[in-house]
């Protein structure tokens, strides 16, 4: 569907941006920046475009490169939670877990049933080895809906 509008429209932003996302769903992330990059290039302020170029850089493993999508897509919509979130799980891959709860926090505070940022959140705290925030957190996540946190819980034989 989304090869045949990118045929019809060459240089529109939103069928550039939804023939990536397709790409990157298959699994091939290096080639949708490809076309999250010319997106962006059509629509400057394209921030879902940034947000999964920031996503696509992340399953490439340039956490860096993430981070900065990320900044430019809440640069551009300040309360794009799912950002926060993912600018998160990126300082969290490198190691920056104080950086990645302030950014949880803030996904959070803009979206407070947001499970998978206190799962996210909860990583961090345990990767600080904060382990009681961590169970609070992934506490918080399960009675939202979060599978992972629930069977994490669950191994820990923590009741939730």
């Known amino acids: 569907l989304w090869a045949d509008c ?3 429209s060459p240089n529109k932003p939103r069928p550039l941006y939804n023939y ?3 790409l990157a769903a298959a699994g091939h992330a290096s080639e949708a920046l490809t076309y999250y990059d010319k997106a962006i290039k059509v629509n400057p302020r394209f921030y879902d475009a940034y947000y999964n170029r ?3 850089y992340g399953k490439l493993g340039n956490h860096s490169q993430a981070i900065g999508n990320f900044d430019r897509a809440i640069e551009i919509k ?10 998160g799980i990126a300082y969290n891959n ?13 996904a959070v505070e803009i979206k407070p049933t947001f499970a998978e940022a206190y799962y996210n959140r909860g990583i961090a705290y345990n990767n600080l080895g904060n382990h009681n925030q961590a169970i609070e957190n992934f506490k918080i996540a399960s009675k939202l809906g979060s599978k992972a946190s629930q069977d994490f819980l669950r191994k820990q034989r923590i009741d939730w």
Not at 78 to 87: G, I, L, M, T, V
Not at 94 to 106: H, S, V
Request: charged share 30%.
């Open 20 to 22: 990536g996302r397709e």
């Open 78 to 87: 300040p309360k794009y939670a799912e950002a926060y979130n993912s600018r």
């Open 54 to 56: 920031g996503i696509a």
């Open 6 to 8: 990118l045929k019809k």
């Open 94 to 106: 490198l190691g920056n877990y104080t950086l990645a709860i302030g950014n949880f926090d803030r």
